[in-house]
């Protein structure tokens, strides 16, 4: 297995139009743990990651895996392994089928085919048309994809979403799993409690911009913890409380002291001869800490010391470009919400996205295969090779890409044509049909 890389934001910033998706964001994800990549729906997450993952140029700022950008890594699939969607099979192809093309396109053995299925635990349900798997099944089927290179690098968006409680088991011990074994994996979620018992690390963002990036328990102030102690004769641990002056408030799940850990205030009612039916230190709800990080009520010195509010956000729209011409991102809501057609400045949760169908060529998961010159439709429309930015000026504004560009503009091209061509030449056991020149036949 290569070893886990290094992921690093520094002041990546990425602009859709008038729109800052992501605002000078500089970031970094070790090796050998689990990090969250948390934010609120429309805080920027999948555009960083698609930008990591070579699918999206950046407006400004860069973001590296092991110190290279992903066009530039030598072996990219054996290097970083993806999963932005959940859905991206073609519906007809069995999973052991998916598999063997993108193998076959990467140059892996087939036998790779059958240790991922197993890894994921598809083994059984290999033979079966990914278009009747469950949700489940399909996220499953999407990290024996990323997984098929052995990558020491795991990048996963939103990998829950959608899951029952079994799935959501599985899929945290699988990547603590992977961490454990020096990967590098970062995950995406928009719900701390998702990702509260599964990451060492975080880095948050909202609006675009950082809010937050350490260990877990740095999220919170040990000052803001108090000890919430009870005991069956409750009259007599206040008694002993007020003799020893130490404050408290009653609550019905106890009395809770501020000021004192757990064995000062053990030790007082130890002192007074009380014994005590419960004793444990209580911090403040992450989960509201993350609203307020969000929100910008609260702010951490990890971040870069900018609020993450509507006024961050307008400062960074002075220096944007002017708005788009027609054709390209427009600045109105898009009827049909969809991440590359969206282009509302309003980042509040976006409910229809999650489960909206999108386009099959929207949510190709791996960007591999463009570089192993794969035929896979999804990922060579993804990351075909982009002209160079020149650089971006006040008043030059920047040529309009293809994936700033709504889904429903897309024409299809060679590139197209020649992957459908290329996906009909397997049968259904993906195998690829010769005629006596050697050439693929349908
Ligand atoms: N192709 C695009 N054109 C215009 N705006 C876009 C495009 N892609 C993303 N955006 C906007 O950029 C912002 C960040 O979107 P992004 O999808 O990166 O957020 P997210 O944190 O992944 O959200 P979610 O949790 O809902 O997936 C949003 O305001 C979104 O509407």
């Avoid at 932005?84 to 073609?90: G, I, P």
């Avoid at 969000?294 to 400062?315: K, L, Q």
């Avoid at 040529?399 to 091209?413: A, F, I, L, M």
Wanted: aromatic share 4%; proline share 9%; hydrophobic share 35%.
């Amino acid at each position: 297995m290569p070893d886990g890389q290094v992921l690093e934001f520094s002041r990546l910033t990425k602009r859709f139009g008038t729109i800052a998706a992501v605002s000078r964001l500089t970031a970094r994800v070790e090796p050998g743990q689990v990090t969250g990549f948390l934010g609120p729906n429309g805080a920027g997450k999948t555009t960083s990651l698609r930008i990591l993952l070579g699918l999206v140029r950046a407006s400004e700022g860069t973001a590296t895996i092991g110190g290279s950008a992903y066009r530039s890594l030598a072996n990219p699939l054996q290097t970083v392994g993806a999963v932005l969607e959940a859905s991206s099979f073609h519906p007809g192809r069995s999973g052991a089928n998916h598999l063997l093309v993108y193998a076959r396109a990467a140059g892996l053995p087939k036998k790779r085919v059958d240790e991922v299925l197993g890894l994921v635990g598809l083994s059984d349900a290999a033979g079966r048309s990914a278009g009747g798997y469950s949700l489940g099944m399909r996220q499953r089927l999407g990290l024996a994809t990323a997984l098929l290179g052995d990558p020491g690098v795991l990048v996963l968006d939103e990998p829950t979403n959608g899951l029952d409680p079994e799935g959501i088991k599985w899929i945290r011990g699988f990547l603590r799993q992977l961490a454990r074994e020096g990967r590098t994996v970062l995950v995406s979620s928009h719900l701390l409690a998702e990702v509260q018992q599964t990451v060492d690390a975080l880095v948050m963002i909202s609006r675009g911009r950082l809010v937050f990036q350490g260990r877990l328990d740095e999220l919170t102030d040990p000052a803001e913890y108090t000890t919430v102690v009870d005991a069956p004769d409750r009259a007599a641990l206040t008694d002993a409380l007020r003799s020893a002056n130490v404050s408290f408030d009653v609550l019905r799940s106890g009395l809770t002291v501020s000021g004192l850990d757990g064995s000062q205030v053990g030790q007082v009612a130890a002192n007074a001869g009380i014994a005590l039916s419960s004793l444990h230190r209580r911090g403040p709800a992450l989960e509201e800490v993350f609203l307020e990080l969000a929100n910008g009520t609260r702010t951490h010195p990890s971040a870069d010391g900018t609020v993450a509010t509507g006024e961050a956000e307008e400062r960074s729209a002075g220096t944007e470009p002017p708005p788009a011409p027609e054709g390209e991102v427009a600045p109105e809501p898009e009827p049909e919400p969809e991440p590359e057609a969206e282009a509302e400045a309003d980042p509040e949760p976006e409910p229809e996205r999650e489960s909206a169908p999108e386009p099959e060529r929207e949510s190709a998961p791996e960007p591999e295969p463009e570089r192993e010159s794969a035929p896979d439709p999804e990922p060579e429309r993804e990351s075909a090779p982009e002209p160079e930015l020149e650089p971006e000026s006040d008043l030059d504004p920047p040529e309009p890409s293809d994936d700033d560009r709504p889904w429903e503009d897309y024409v299809r091209t060679d590139a197209d044509e020649e992957a459908d061509a290329f996906f009909s030449s397997f049968d259904d056991a993906g195998r690829l049909s010769r005629n006596d020149e050697g050439e693929a036949t349908r």
